[in-house]
């Protein structure tokens, strides 16, 4: 067996990448996150670009990591925190071994940075993997409790409110919004921004004039790709009842869903919420889209969803100390950019 080299990615890692990428995740609703036709495209399109951690053996690519540094209210104050995701590797090399020599060859790169990550509750592999202190490993500082939720845009009827009024959003208007109301992890955002790192379209509820709440509306569809793998445990009863009664409650495995998530999503009022998500939805809906995605922290006033619970971590290394606690799940908003995960 060749030695593992722990290097950043080059593009002509990228065909080889952009497979490793597709291998399904782990869990009771188990989705493949494909990134064609090119995944270091993705990492430079979706979100703040992002850099790649490959380890290889020789010419082969058997694991990869991402990460983007962006800066983010905490405490506060502006702070610049790394986001770790996409942790992929080949069913026969994963294991100890390489993931903690990727774990030191990643720490040199983070640049003494605060880094976070979040994992998945359904998937028992990573939180094994992840949660058992080991020398020369990092431990895990939990942050905060999130869901990711995956709403079915059925055909029903359009629900309208006669109460609040929603509208699509300039720049100007969302930069004056997120600086009069910063939350925790709420990303550092300037006009500027828009069009390049945030590409998508803004919506705000208002009630006499008055912005109650807001969301982006992504789509991502040229860079990312999501296919149902398999569904286990409710999942695949919620999809034997669909097809006895001929309902579509789920595609089929195999299947290719087309999502529109959300960012920035701010609205503690819930109905103003149910009336901000009544036209993410329509609006979902009329780009074809079969899910709206979107993510908050703690307890989420929603009707049917489809729920990917996860935990967001601080990673810290020997000798570091943890940043200030945030506000405990559900007693405050915390802003999550799922979108750019």
């Known amino acids: 067996m060749s ?14 990448l952009t ?14 996150f494909a990134r064609e036709p090119s995944y270091l495209q993705a990492c430079a399109h979706c979100g703040p670009p992002r850099r790649v951690l490959t380890a290889l053996e020789g010419d082969k690519v058997v694991a990869l990591t991402s990460f983007f540094l962006r800066e983010y209210w905490w405490d ?5 925190v790394w986001t770790l995701s996409d942790f992929r590797a080949l069913p026969k090399r994963a294991g100890y071994g390489i993931t903690g020599q990727g774990w030191k060859a990643l720490r040199e790169l983070l640049e003494d940075k605060p880094a976070m990550l979040s994992v998945v509750q359904d998937n028992t592999r990573a939180l094994a993997l992840f949660s058992k202190p080991r020398p020369g490993w990092p431990s895990l500082h939990p942050i905060a409790d999130l869901r990711t939720n995956l709403t079915p845009l059925l055909p029903l009827p359009s629900w309208s409110s006669k109460r609040y009024k929603t509208r699509r959003l300039s720049p100007e208007e969302i930069v004056n919004a997120l600086g009069r109301d910063p939350r925790p992890l709420q990303p550092l955002i300037e006009t500027k921004d828009f069009g390049t790192t945030i590409a998508c379209d803004f919506w705000g509820v208002f009630q006499d004039e008055r912005l109650l709440g807001f969301a982006g509306l992504h789509d991502q569809s040229r860079h990312r790709q999501v296919r149902i793998h398999s569904y286990t445990g409710w999942y695949k009863k919620l999809h034997r009842l669909g097809r006895a009664l001929h309902l579509p409650l789920l ?3 195999g299947s290719d869903i087309a999502l529109r998530t959300t960012s920035l999503l701010h609205c503690p009022d819930p109905s103003a919420w149910q009336a901000l998500r009544a036209t993410l939805c329509k609006e979902a809906r009329s780009q074809k889209a079969a899910f709206l995605v979107w993510c908050r922290a703690g307890p989420n006033p929603t009707n049917l969803s489809f729920a990917y619970r996860s935990r967001l971590y601080q990673i810290l290394w020997e000798g570091e100390k943890s940043l200030p606690a945030l506000a405990k799940s559900g007693s405050d908003p915390l802003s999550f950019e799922v979108a750019w995960l």
Do not use: H, K, T
Request: aromatic content about 2%.
């Open 251 to 253: 595609p089929e495995p």
């Open 76 to 80: 506060g104050q502006p702070r610049q």
């Open 3 to 16: 030695r593992l080299v722990f290097r950043e990615a080059r593009p002509e890692d990228d065909a080889r």
């Open 19 to 32: 497979r490793l990428i597709a291998l399904p995740m782990p869990g009771n609703l188990s989705l493949s």
